[in-house]
């Protein structure tokens, strides 16, 4: 569960499934290699990208992880006070938490056994195991927590809808779970659709670690069918866009692809790279 990625732009408040549009702070604008040129790590032999997979490659590059992502807190209902960050990498953003919020006890989840070492000098407590294998102190003390990080790392789960239900089930009703995921709804992942391209890489959206893909609908609803209630939800990267629309419904016609757009926040959709959500667990009446 070690893994990926950062933020840039719209932050749509999702309230009664209605969103509302503004421009995010500005520390949401920064290190987005999810939304970067996908290339691969630094002293990777060129080759097909799925040799990455053979040679780990990247799994071992413990730099990777070492991101703060200070932009994360601007989804923050409330300051955390117990946080759990499932697939922390290094342990670097949780370690940034603990700076920012004095007080703050942080429990990280990692895989990668050396990040997890890592990890371990910086937090107060580190699982270096899956879920199924927590031991009944760790699966007792989810409990506790009131901020759960799940940052580019759903997409590599083969089953991440059972971890959802898993924390929504157990996680205190005003606990605050913050998701980032990658958006395959793209345009430019559309356009190389409709070439009949869809050509995995060692980075970005067709990571060819991720083994689940999700527009911004589909995460929507998974959250729902899990057991969440989405608080806030924001496009925190995108991909450049063309000269603004002036009028809307438009038809816009891009190489071997028409589209039909009927709003500016369709539009801004369309050219995310990733969508970050504060959700809350959903309490049956």
């Not at 000098?121 to 003390?141: F, I, N, Y």
Request: charged share 20%; glycine share 6%.
């Amino acid at each position: 569960m070690s893994l990926l990625m950062n933020a840039l732009r719209t932050v749509m408040a999702v309230r009664n499934q209605a969103a509302a549009t503004q421009a995010l702070p500005p520390a949401m604008q920064q290190q987005d290699p999810q939304a970067g040129p996908a290339s691969a790590p630094a002293g990777t032999a060129p080759g097909p990208v799925w040799r990455l997979l053979d040679d780990r490659i990247g799994v071992q590059d413990l730099s990777y992880g070492e991101h703060p992502r200070e932009g994360v807190r601007e989804f923050f209902a409330h300051p955390p006070r117990r946080l759990l960050d499932i697939g922390c990498a290094t342990g670097a953003v949780a370690a940034g938490m603990k700076q920012a919020f004095p007080g703050l006890w942080a429990w990280g989840c990692e895989l990668n056994p050396q990040a997890a070492q890592v990890a371990a000098g910086r937090l107060d407590h580190v699982t270096p195991a899956p879920r199924e294998q927590w031991s009944a102190d760790d699966l007792a003390r989810v409990a506790t927590v009131d901020t759960v990080l799940l940052l580019d790392v759903l997409e590599h789960m083969y089953n991440p809808w059972a971890e959802l239900a898993f924390l929504s089930e157990r996680l205190r009703p005003d606990a605050q779970v913050v998701v980032t995921l990658p958006n395959v709804g793209n345009i430019d992942i559309l356009q190389d659709l409709a070439r009949g391209h869809f050509a995995y890489d060692a980075m970005g959206i067709l990571d060819v670690t991720h083994v689940r893909f999700f527009t911004y609908e589909g995460m929507q609803a998974m959250f729902e069918e899990t057991g969440f209630a989405i608080e806030a939800a924001a496009i925190v990267s995108q991909s450049a866009m063309p000269a603004p629309i002036e009028r809307f419904p438009a038809r816009v016609s891009l190489g071997k692809m028409t589209l039909e757009v009927d709003t500016e926040e369709e539009w801004a959709r369309l050219h995310a790279t990733q969508f970050g959500f504060r959700l809350r667990p959903r309490r049956a009446a």
